[in-house]
Every structure is written in structure tokens, then in C-alpha cells.
Nanobody
């Protein structure tokens, strides 16, 4: 029943910034842990960042640590990924994922999540 819709992707020059958004509907957003993954052509889906249901606990993959920040606004049923200092290797389809959680934990495996958005394409040119 939970539905996720990503937006904010597009074409950006290396060194630029983007903020991705994921709007959640059809469930109790505050009960869901959220995460961002990305998948480049011919590659496996990779974990980017995770946030617990309260927003108090976050984790970022080494590939984006220091350049990206995951956050959420439970009043707006939205999770964000702010990406700065973008590199061509950041080019990928970015997916939002959700999972119901009874604890304020974060999750980082594809298998941890049962609900996914359609993805939004980020292309970083050099």
C-alpha cells in the first residue's frame, strides 16, 4: 500500500548540487525507516544513505560521505538526499526505499526494504 515517488534528478555539471525528494503516501510515514540507493547502468543497486524513522539515526556510504546528507520531514511525509560536489561517477538512477520498523534503526541492505520508488535519474557531466 505504501507508495514512494522520487523527484529532483536531472543533468548537473561536476561540482554541482542536487536535492532529491521522495514523497511517501499510503502508510504511516513516521513508522518507516527510509534509505536511498543508486544503480548505474550494468551495475548492482548500491546503498547510499539511510535514516531511521525519527530521523535521529543516519548512515552514509563511504562513496558519498561528506558530500551527501539524508534527512526527513515527517510532517511532509518526505525524505531528502542533498548531494553536493557531484562527480561523474555519481551518475545513476536513484531510488528511495521504505520499510516499516518497530525500532528507531537504520537499514542498508536491498533485502531490508520491501517498498521502492520508480527512481529518478541523476546525470553528472564532466
Amino acid at each position: 500500500q505504501v507508495q514512494l515517488v522520487e523527484s529532483g534528478g536531472g543533468l548537473v555539471q561536476a561540482g554541482g548540487s542536487l536535492r532529491l525528494s521522495c514523497v511517501v503516501s499510503g502508510g504511516t510515514f513516521s513508522w518507516h525507516a527510509m534509505a536511498w540507493f543508486r544503480q548505474a547502468p550494468g551495475k548492482e543497486r548500491r546503498f547510499i544513505a539511510a535514516i531511521s524513522r525519527s530521523g535521529d539515526n543516519t548512515y552514509h556510504a563511504d562513496s558519498v560521505k561528506g558530500r551527501s546528507t539524508i534527512s526527513r520531514d515527517n510532517a511532509k511525509n518526505t525524505v531528502y538526499l542533498q548531494m553536493n560536489s557531484l562527480k561523474p561517477e555519481d551518475t545513476a538512477v536513484y531510488y528511495c526505499a521504505a520499510r516499516l520498523s518497530i525500532t528507531d534503526s537504520w537499514y542498508s541492505r536491498v533485502a531490508d526494504f520491501g517498498t521502492w520508488g520508480q527512481g529518478t535519474l541523476v546525470t553528472v557531466s564532466s
